[in-house]
């Protein structure tokens, strides 16, 4: 959750400064902007298309009746790990849109013009620190207390690739099907 409203904050904060630039007549301080939201607003699809490729590897992407939702594993021991695997992703997503966006800065030459460098770093720089941040907040549960309470259970994820657990041994057939 926490990184949700990471994602809900920089989207907010790189459209209403796109939109400050636009006002105050700075063409190039607003396409920056423009295109890290855009690069930033990609990042939930891009955590889809990185759990669909690991679905699409292990081969289960093939047998849909045995794929479970989060609402299939509630109230189970495998809930924890279900969420360790979304949250692992997630922030891999993050991570990945980041760098994709650094890249297209450096290709569009705005980290060599010395008027805006430091706004793209800037902004490149804001979703790794609230990821660092996030990853301070699950170690120190005393800091997740201070400046998330009641959610320290939102940061008690480890980083998992897959499941420790047979997502195969019960498969779900809607009523009426053989």
Same mark, same amino acid.
């Given at each position: 959750?926490?990184?949700?409203?990471? &994602?809900? !904050?920089?989207?907010?904060?790189?459209?209403?400064?796109?939109?400050?630039?636009?006002? !105050? %007549?700075?063409?190039?301080?607003?396409?920056?902007?423009?295109?890290?939201?855009?690069?930033?607003?990609? %990042?939930? %699809? /891009?955590? *889809?298309?990185? *759990? =669909?490729?690991?679905?699409?590897?292990?081969? *289960? !992407?093939?047998?849909?009746? $045995?794929?479970? $939702?989060? !609402?299939?594993?509630?109230?189970?021991? =495998? &809930?924890?790990?279900?969420? +360790?695997?979304?949250?692992?992703?997630?922030?891999?997503?993050?991570?990945?849109?980041?760098?994709?966006?650094? /890249?297209?800065?450096?290709?569009?030459?705005?980290?060599?013009?010395?008027?805006? *460098?430091?706004?793209?770093?800037?902004?490149?720089?804001?979703?790794?620190?609230?990821?660092?941040?996030?990853?301070?907040?699950? +170690?120190?549960?005393?800091?997740?207390? &201070?400046?998330?309470?009641?959610?320290?259970?939102?940061?008690?994820?480890?980083?998992?690739?897959?499941?420790?657990?047979?997502?195969?041994?019960?498969?779900?057939?809607?009523? %009426? +099907?053989?």
């Amino acid at each position: 959750m926490f990184m949700e409203w990471s &994602l809900a !904050l920089g989207t907010n904060v790189y459209f209403f400064a796109g939109m400050a630039f636009v006002s !105050l %007549g700075h063409i190039q301080g607003h396409i920056i902007c423009m295109n890290m939201l855009m690069i930033t607003a990609f %990042g939930p %699809g /891009f955590f *889809r298309v990185l *759990r =669909h490729a690991r679905e699409f590897v292990t081969g *289960r !992407l093939f047998q849909p009746s $045995n794929y479970k $939702n989060y !609402l299939d594993v509630v109230g189970t021991a =495998h &809930l924890r790990n279900f969420r +360790c695997v979304e949250s692992s992703y997630f922030c891999m997503a993050f991570v990945f849109t980041d760098a994709y966006a650094a /890249f297209v800065f450096h290709q569009t030459g705005v980290f060599a013009d010395p008027e805006w *460098r430091r706004l793209a770093l800037a902004f490149v720089a804001l979703p790794i620190a609230f990821l660092v941040f996030g990853i301070l907040l699950r +170690c120190f549960p005393c800091l997740t207390d &201070l400046f998330w309470p009641g959610q320290s259970e939102d940061f008690n994820w480890y980083f998992c690739l897959d499941y420790d657990w047979n997502v195969l041994e019960e498969p779900l057939v809607p009523e %009426g +099907c053989p």
